[in-house]
């Protein structure tokens, strides 16, 4: 039995408290597993013991327990089967993602990260996990603009140089749910000591959405598939956008620096 029916069929016994919860919970949806207890403590003004009997009385230890089951039913509804549209749906999907991505851009938002990364002394990339891949990859878009960036994915490190960082520095912050403890932290100190902050991530009003000085939007969320090739598709995008509005605003000659790497590394090639 799914949540949606286990809720339903448990309906009568909950509490007038535990109702209003119960009913936030069947209008969210599957979006609910992206929530927080806090979000659900502001949606039904109910406390922490409320949300958690709730979660019990369906057999549930917690809310996280309860978010997991949540993803687990959502992920098997979109689990591909058919080896003969395997391929196909899986481009689709990163199409889905490209576009919704792109449906999410905000022309002043990355002038004004443009702008910033013109200004700035220094450029650091902060990010853990897929998302500290996705920072990795970055600083290589970056460096074929001419661009030199350095990308941090260790959180201690991104504390120890956050810990250095002035208003002359910039720091990129990676991460798709936006509430990831260790980048939010490297931020926090980084911002603390000055430096500006470009968040990408999917949602300007998550704690690390709201650290930053603009906001560059993701639109994949993950939570049973964190490290998705969609949510990374989706960084990368917005990477690969911002890098060519660089070039764009700053008259960069890319093909001449393009050239210069070329012939870089032309020679590391086998014949």
């Known amino acids: ?18 109702k209003r919860v119960a009913d936030f919970v069947l209008s969210a949806g599957e ?8 979000d659900l403590k502001a949606a039904t003004k109910v ?41 196909d749906d899986m481009a689709n999907h990163l199409s889905d993602a490209l576009r919704a991505t792109a449906k999410l851009i ?6 004004t990260a443009v702008k910033l990364m013109t200004d700035a002394k220094s450029i650091y990339l902060f990010g853990v996990g897929s998302s500290g891949e996705a920072s990795l990859a970055f600083e290589s878009i970056l460096l074929r603009a001419g661009v030199r960036a350095v990308a941090v994915p260790d959180p201690h490190f991104q504390a120890q140089i956050a810990s ?22 490297s931020l926090h100190i980084a911002q603390t000591n000055g430096a500006k902050i470009v968040a990408i991530t999917n949602n300007p009003l998550t704690p690390i959405g709201k650290l930053g000085d603009v906001v560059l939007q993701t639109a994949i969320e993950e939570f ?12 990368l995008y917005i990477c690969d956008v911002l890098t060519h509005e660089y070039e764009i605003t700053n008259h960069i000659d890319a093909v001449s620096l393009r050239e210069k790497v070329l012939r870089a590394i032309i020679d590391k090639s086998i014949d």
């Open 1 to 18: 039995m799914d949540s949606t029916q286990l809720i339903r069929e448990k309906y009568d016994e909950l509490t007038k408290s535990e």
């Open 31 to 38: 979006k609910i597993m992206y929530s927080t207890m806090s």
């Open 47 to 87: 406390g922490d013991a409320t949300i958690i009997r709730f979660c019990q009385k369906l057999g549930y230890s917690g809310f996280s327990d309860f978010k997991i089951a949540v993803a687990k039913e959502n992920f098997s509804k979109t689990e591909l089967h058919e080896e003969s549209t395997l391929y």
């Open 106 to 111: 905000k022309k002043d938002n990355l002038r």
């Open 164 to 185: 250095l960082l002035t208003a002359d520095d910039l720091v990129f912050g990676f991460s798709l749910s936006g509430r990831t403890k260790d980048t939010y932290d």
């Open 224 to 235: 049973l598939n964190g490290g998705s090739v969609a949510g990374r598709v989706s960084q």
